[in-house]
């Protein structure tokens, strides 16, 4: 009964389609390998809402939990020596960085 609540409790957080895009563009610029890895990513950034408290998945929580769902997804890179986890926070760094205006000449 206390896993069933618990497994209620974590489905109960909405995931906005901001969360689900950005999942998904974390993926293609990693090249997850397979199709399941943003699903992955929003399952345990759910379940990090759920611990947090947070009524619906941020893109805090994807960044937070992003390297342990994502390291073992990744395709091996033979001219990229530096851990998965490190890909993943580069690609993290990447897709979070102030966008430049346009410039408007």
């Known amino acids: 009964e206390y896993r069933r609540q618990r497994q209620m409790c974590i489905r109960d957080r909405a995931i906005p389609d901001q969360a689900r895009e950005f999942a998904a563009q974390l993926c293609m610029s990693l090249g997850t390998d397979g199709l399941r890895g943003d699903l992955t990513l929003v399952r345990a ?54 966008k430049p205006e346009s410039l408007n000449t």
């Open 45 to 98: 950034a759910r379940a990090e809402a759920a611990l947090q408290g947070a009524s619906k998945v941020e893109q805090k929580h994807l960044i937070r939990v992003a390297p342990s769902a994502l390291r073992h997804r990744l395709r091996r890179n033979p001219l990229d020596d530096s851990g998965s986890s490190t890909r993943v926070e580069r690609a993290l760094a990447e897709l979070t960085a102030p």
